[in-house]
């Protein structure tokens, strides 16, 4: 099993900065991929951006060059940048990780930390 506790959030203004991180724990063997998805209220759960194999990125088109995904091998953590963040942005963000038990792929979810971008 793998926990996954995820911190940071909250509200801000148009414009501000978050920093959401999540830290993974317990049975990790071979991690795939680690990243940030979000849900948006009647809206399906979106990826915001992902590390793949440790060092490929992934950005949905709405993030990208204002968010920046980084990944600390060692603590098994990863961390989302929310620059320039606009009201669309609001939605309860949720951690994810891929990594392998054996040879399947097995994916762990956060609990989700809500983001809120309001005047």
């Known amino acids: 099993q793998v926990q996954l506790v995820e911190s940071g959030g909250g509200l801000t203004q148009p414009g501000g900065s978050l920093r959401l991180s999540c830290a993974a724990s317990?049975?990790?063997?071979?991690?795939?991929?680690m990243g940030w998805y979000r849900q948006a209220p009647g809206e399906e759960r979106e990826l915001v951006a992902v590390i793949i194999s440790g060092w490929i990125t992934k950005y949905a088109d709405s993030v990208k060059g204002r968010f920046t995904i980084s990944k600390d091998n060692a603590e098994n953590t990863v961390n989302l940048q929310m620059n320039s963040l606009k009201p669309e942005d609001t939605a309860v963000y949720y951690c994810?990780?891929?990594?392998?038990?054996?040879?399947?792929?097995?994916?762990?979810w956060g609990q989700g930390t809500q983001v809120t971008v309001s005047s």
């Open positions: 317990g049975s990790i063997f071979s991690v795939n991929a």
């Open positions: 994810n990780i891929k990594t392998y038990e054996g040879t399947r792929l097995v994916e762990y």
